[in-house]
């Protein structure tokens, strides 16, 4: 199986030295709903959110806070990837 579906973390830093860190979800054409492919795209918004989340919010205490934001990560992928 090739994967259809990755996730990457880049830092950068602008002119005044501060540092943004940008996660990219990628998800290629070959992308075929199957229940393997919608098992990895949760698993890779789950790696955006283990790195993205710990800097907002104690992931020990705000489970919802997590799980919503799971949620509305992978809706947004599904409407992208259905054309909507």
Do not use: W
Not at 4 to 23: A, F, H, P, Q, S
Not at 58 to 74: K, L, P, V
């Amino acid at each position: 199986n090739s994967f259809t579906v990755g996730m990457e973390r880049r830092i950068c830093n602008n002119k005044t030295g501060d540092e943004k860190i940008l996660y990219y979800l990628y998800i290629r054409d070959s992308f075929t709903f199957t229940d393997y492919e919608y098992c990895v795209l949760a698993h890779e918004i789950i790696h955006i959110l283990q790195f993205m989340l710990p800097r907002l919010l104690d992931r020990n205490i705000e489970i919802e806070a997590e799980a919503y934001t799971h949620t509305d990560i992978m809706k947004q992928c599904l409407e992208h990837l259905r054309g909507k």
